[in-house]
């Protein structure tokens, strides 16, 4: 129906166009532009707009796809329109009409011809389908239960990561059902809103650390329940906390392991009446009735009146208005941070104590260590414009004491601060006598001195070294992603060189199928140059600067012809490190550790993917300050884009080693050894619903990696040929999973074409249709 009807447009288009000449001769057209009939075409227009993403009733109801074809379609039919009204000027009013109703006839095919394809939204049955949805009755009650703070999850979380509301709902529900990024960001786009993994990260990031906020807010309820100081009051200050440094700036003066703060001596003293009734009924208050002579801390009236400055000091700095106040006079402030070299480096300089001394006496600082930090010495910046590696960089030179940093803030908030405080938010509700408003004044001065202002600097340096470490991780999962995605080299015979000195370059010859051909080391750095290149002849080449040049030279003089030899450098870090591992000893158990690194050096030209999956990220040497960040939060952030790289480019099952399966969303290394045993003892996998007889292959689980898993046909008739015939037919026995207290699971035996392609088998039933 929908490609039906343009057919006998062309001839209406065409008669019409025969009238256009005959336009410019009516004296009537400088008038057109004032009638309102170009204008008349607009609402017809717009309503075929509003109607056109019902149109295609195949669509799975897709209110994203709908919303963005919409849009899409909005600006094209009206860049038509805008063009069809400058025509008007100059075209007779009916061709110009008929002009315009047969170009948003083209507009109307073209978008469903290029935009069809965002149609198939059809594998998340029973879900949203990237529309705002409320989450089930069930879920979010379970969630408020779990967190039970004084805050929205959802709400916050959007805030924090600038993701829509319903995006961060559907993300958080996914999550609770334990589904993987790269299966969240393949096969459930509609539901996230089409963010890449990177910005799946960020989100599950900020929901795990404002669960773990929820987390420890409950634990501290509970311990300061136990001990008897709990007061609702507190207890809602508590829930209101949104980070782990405000819950710790509420926390810190109930701690046990804490001294006891004024203002809980003043309160344990009997003096927090006396507070209350200054700030309620001053004209009442008479400070004389709370001194006791002979009591520490009541024995005059000077000491009573520094008693309730406390107290009223404490209730300043707990106070949400206040410091949300004082946060808001800081973000109209230029707020700077400043590093210089601390009096003790100075001293160990001149002293210029050796390393031994000093790793004797626990200091890790020498002359070289405080040279590196001479940027630093006398460094200031703005707090808005420094540098994530800036920030980094004074934080380990912090903590080697070799600098001194301070937070710097304007003198004119704590004018405003004051000036606000006792005007307004803390001004008596009656009459105060001037001694009892000198006791709020210098309240208000020691709160923000005390307490306040370091409240304000640890902020902003939670906040900078937060920011910096998670520009850190991004940076390095950025450079890891590239090196990880570099196209292979296929088909041709590879000399690893792992070049070195005293030791020699140790030489490594593969096949085009990664197999060890060879291995020998050569003294490239010595006289007997000739000799050592007439033995890299006798290797038979298959198909540091200094051996670099050495290997280039030959090659320009056609030492290896008639071979058609070149050479590229790929980087060697972690080469080393891998090549004494559990992995490497098993991969390679009669091969010296020294060519195992050369063997490393070639795979990784032939295949960088399957080779860099068995090094440690930290070990490849494309990150900066990774010794200064969370481990725990790099460990999670590489290991996510690991698994990300791996599942989008997918596996093929029945080679690919152990190592790479363990990568595979939905997969870990049980289930990868559990596989790599099905493998050999059956035999190859003829389809991925064989997968579901692996010990450990649970539902979530297959759900999970079957996409990203492929079931190559060549691959599988190398092995079938290769294979005795006994052992080829041995995967076509196996129909049902045996286990204790399991029931059998039946598997098609046949060969499914969709089995190599990123299809995932839940969308098996609309390809085939």
Not at 343 to 356: I, N, R, Y
Request: charged fraction near 25%.
């Amino acid at each position: 129906d929908e490609w039906g009807p343009p057919e006998p447009k062309p001839k209406a288009k065409t008669a019409k166009r025969t009238v256009e000449p005959k336009a410019p001769k009516e004296p009537k057209a400088p008038k057109v532009p004032k009638e309102p009939k170009p204008r008349a075409p607009r609402k017809p227009a717009a309503e075929r707009k509003t109607q056109a993403p019902k149109r295609p009733k195949d669509s799975g109801s897709s209110g994203l796809a709908g919303t963005r074809r919409k849009k899409v379609e909005d600006k094209r039919v009206s860049f038509i329109v805008s063009e069809a009204h400058q025509a008007d000027r100059w075209a007779d009013e009916g061709s110009s009409q008929a002009e315009l109703r047969v170009k948003k006839e083209k507009v109307k095919e073209e978008d469903f011809t290029f935009d069809e394809p965002c149609l198939k939204k059809q594998k998340t049955s029973g879900a949203c389908l990237g529309q705002p949805t409320a989450l089930p009755s069930s879920e979010a009650q379970s969630l408020r239960n779990e967190l039970n703070m004084n805050w929205n999850m959802i709400q916050l979380l959007s805030t924090l990561t600038c993701v829509e509301q319903w995006v961060c709902l559907n993300v958080v529900v996914l999550l609770r059902e334990e589904n993987t990024v790269p299966f969240m960001v393949r096969y459930r786009k509609e539901m996230i809103n089409h963010m890449d993994a990177d910005a799946v990260r960020d989100v599950q990031m900020v929901y795990e650390e404002l669960c773990s906020v929820a987390k420890k807010t409950q634990s501290v309820i509970q311990t300061l329940k136990k001990d008897g100081v709990l007061t609702t009051e507190l207890e809602q200050n508590l829930r209101s906390c949104q980070s782990a440094n405000e819950l710790d700036h509420v926390y810190s003066p109930y701690k046990k392991g804490s001294k006891l703060t004024k203002a809980r001596r003043a309160k344990a003293l009997g003096l927090e009446g006396a507070a209350t009734a200054l700030m309620e009924t001053p004209h009442s208050l008479d400070l004389r009735a709370f001194v006791k002579p002979g009591t520490e801390g009541l024995s005059s009236v000077e000491e009573v009146a520094t008693g309730v400055e406390h107290i009223l000091a404490d209730m300043i700095a707990k106070d949400p208005d206040t410091l949300t106040y004082v946060k808001t006079l800081c973000e109209k402030s230029i707020v700077t941070i400043q590093s210089s070299v601390s009096k003790s480096a100075l001293k160990d300089k001149e002293q210029g104590k050796s390393v031994s001394d000093q790793k004797k006496k626990g200091e890790p600082k020498n002359p070289q260590d405080i040279d590196k930090f001479q940027l630093y010495f006398d460094f200031t910046s703005n707090i808005q414009r420094i540098q994530p590696h800036q920030t980094l960089a004074i934080n380990r030179g912090e903590s080697l004491k070799i600098l001194t940093v301070k937070v710097n803030i304007p003198d004119s908030v704590k004018s405003d601060f004051t000036r606000w405080c006792i005007n307004s938010r803390w001004r008596p509700k009656t009459f105060a006598r001037e001694e009892l408003n000198a006791i709020i004044r210098n309240a208000v001065e020691d709160s923000y001195k005390r307490l306040i202002l370091p409240f304000l600097t640890r902020g902003y340096r939670t906040k900078l070294t937060s920011a910096a470490e998670k520009e850190s991780i991004a940076m390095f999962v950025r450079n890891l992603r590239q090196r990880l995605l570099v196209g292979p080299v296929r088909g041709c015979v590879i000399m690893g060189v792992d070049p070195g000195f005293t030791h020699g370059c140790k030489l490594a010859v593969l096949s085009p199928t990664s197999q060890i051909l060879h291995t020998d080391v050569v003294y490239l750095n010595n006289p007997g140059q000739q000799r050592e290149a007439d033995k890299l002849l006798t290797i038979k080449v298959y198909s540091c600067r200094e051996t670099e040049s050495f290997f280039s030279d030959l090659i320009s003089r056609r030492y290896f012809h008639p071979l058609d030899v070149s050479y590229c450098i790929t980087s060697e870090a972690g080469a080393s490190i891998y090549s004494v591992s559990p992995e490497a000893v098993k991969e390679m158990p009669d091969l010296d550790p020294n060519l195992r690194s050369a063997v490393s050096i070639g795979r990784r030209v032939q295949d960088p993917l399957a080779e860099l999956v068995k090094i440690d990220p930290k070990h490849i040497g494309i990150g900066t300050y990774q010794h200064d960040v969370s481990a725990g939060a790099l460990k999670a952030a590489l290991g996510g884009v690991v698994q990300e790289c791996v599942s989008f480019v997918g596996v093929d099952i029945n080679i690919c080693s152990e190592i790479l399966m363990r990568h595979v969303a939905g997969l870990n290394a049980g289930r990868a050894r559990s596989i790599a045993e099905w493998r050999k003892k059956k035999g190859p996998f003829i389809n991925r619903e064989q997968l579901k007889l692996v010990k450990g292959m649970g539902p979530k689980s297959y759900q999970q990696c079957a996409g990203f898993i492929r079931i190559n046909p060549q691959t599988l008739q190398s092995i079938k040929s290769s294979l005795q015939p006994e052992a080829a037919a041995a995967p076509e026995k196996s129909t049902a999973k045996k286990g204790k207290g399991k029931t059998g699971v039946s598997v098609p035996n046949s060969f499914n074409p969709l089995d190599q392609t990123c299809i995932h088998p839940e969308s098996y039933h609309v390809a085939q249709r």
